[in-house]
């Protein structure tokens, strides 16, 4: 570990670290990046974990997808994870890809990043200046952009455990099982005393240059998620958020149409299991 992060404070721009190299490797090869030297912290076995400690789920640098999806812990403790990553790219890919590698990797399109900005989830960074941890509303800057300095390393992702009266749902629609989602969505909600909607949030992936997290908390004050279609306020709350753009696959317009459509599946998914968090409480 030490000798990554050497290596990382005397390369600086000139240097890329590579783990899974899902990610990477095709920017290789596309040419849109070009680093002089990479970083090879495969052997690095310390970070190599997935656990669940107090109240969250840590996941370490060079846990791979697939390790994560298969941590009967994890599952337990932050359903969230497990939806999402059967989303994520194809078998293979999650055979080698890391969940910390997608997350600092930050493409606004993947999954990871959308669910550690909806559950409010932290990154851990390590230098030879020392460590620090950036909270997920802080961490992303941009598409494939984050606040990580070139001589930081990653070390680790935490994610918040799901209480008991609270619950989850993801949602996505791409052109192919595997493909980059036209528009995703992860949702949190948590539950009253009623059963009602107290808290509710949803992050949202590939429509913007960063996942977009908004508090739908108010727009669902009352609503018990069996009434029909969500509020009114809903949609419009998202459209005046969301700014998608056009491109070869999807127009802004449908993008904005998927995110309402996909809200309130996710939304009502969690409802659905935080109902029966509460019953078995």
């Not at 002089?36 to 996941?59: A, M, S, W």
């Not at 059967?86 to 080698?96: F, Y």
């Not at 609270?166 to 493909?179: K, N």
Request: aromatic share 4%; net charge negative.
């Amino acid at each position: 570990m030490a000798e990554a992060i050497s290596d990382l404070a005397t390369l600086g721009d000139r240097g890329k670290v590579l783990a899974g190299g899902q990610s990477l490797v095709p920017l290789l090869s596309l040419r849109l990046a070009t680093p002089e030297h990479l970083v090879d912290i495969g052997r690095l076995t310390v970070l190599d974990y997935v656990r669940v400690e107090g109240n969250q789920v840590l996941v370490g640098a060079l846990a791979r997808h697939a390790d994560v999806l298969a941590s009967p812990a994890a599952a337990r403790a932050q359903p969230l994870l497990g939806k999402a990553l059967r989303h994520v790219a194809h078998p293979a890919i999650r055979n080698r890809g890391t969940t910390v590698g997608s997350i600092v990797h930050a493409d606004p399109a993947a999954e990871m990043p959308a669910v550690l900005a909806v559950l409010g989830g932290t990154v851990r960074l390590l230098s030879t200046t020392g460590e620090r941890v950036v909270a997920a509303d802080e961490f992303f800057a941009g598409p494939l952009e984050t606040v990580a300095g070139p001589h930081e390393l990653a070390i680790e992702a935490a994610f918040p455990v799901l209480g008991p009266d609270a619950g989850t749902g993801f949602a996505e629609v791409s052109r192919r099982q595997g493909d980059y989602a036209l528009c995703g969505v992860a949702a949190t909600v948590a539950l009253d005393r009623d059963g009602r909607i107290g808290r509710a949030r949803a992050a949202y992936l590939a429509v913007g240059p960063a996942p977009v997290v908004l508090d739908l908390t108010e727009a669902l004050d009352g609503w018990a998620g069996h009434e029909g279609v969500l509020p009114p306020e809903v949609p419009g709350q998202i459209e005046a958020a969301l700014d998608p753009g056009t491109d070869i696959h999807a127009t802004a317009h449908y993008r904005r149409h998927l995110a309402c459509v996909l809200t309130e599946r996710a939304v009502r998914e969690a409802v659905a299991e935080a109902r029966q968090r509460q019953e078995a409480a």
